[in-house]
């Protein structure tokens, strides 16, 4: 890990403070949540064939439950039922 300083106004402060006290968790651990965040939705384009190979290399790797359910074509009826 690098150490760093960084200023907050105190508003925004205020809100780490209660925010990681409320999670149970350092502030330093939302800051690098938000980092990690920020660099996945503003990455360059450059990125995106890798995401796009990080994807599809997961495809197809899960089951969505038992076969006999046909859970791909019945979706929305096992998700109106799990909502009643």
């Not at 925004?12 to 968790?25: F, H, I, K, P, V």
């Not at 064939?49 to 359910?69: D, E, H, Y």
């Amino acid at each position: 890990m690098h150490r760093t300083q960084i200023s907050f106004t105190k508003e925004q402060m205020n809100m780490l403070r209660t925010r990681a006290a409320s999670e149970g968790r350092s502030i330093a651990d939302l800051v690098r949540e938000s980092v990690d965040h920020y660099a996945i939705t503003h990455s360059s384009q450059s990125d995106r064939p890798a995401r796009i190979a990080r994807a599809k290399a997961v495809a197809g790797r899960f089951r969505s439950g038992p076969k006999n359910k046909n859970v791909s074509r019945r979706h929305d009826e096992y998700l109106a039922e799990a909502f009643h």
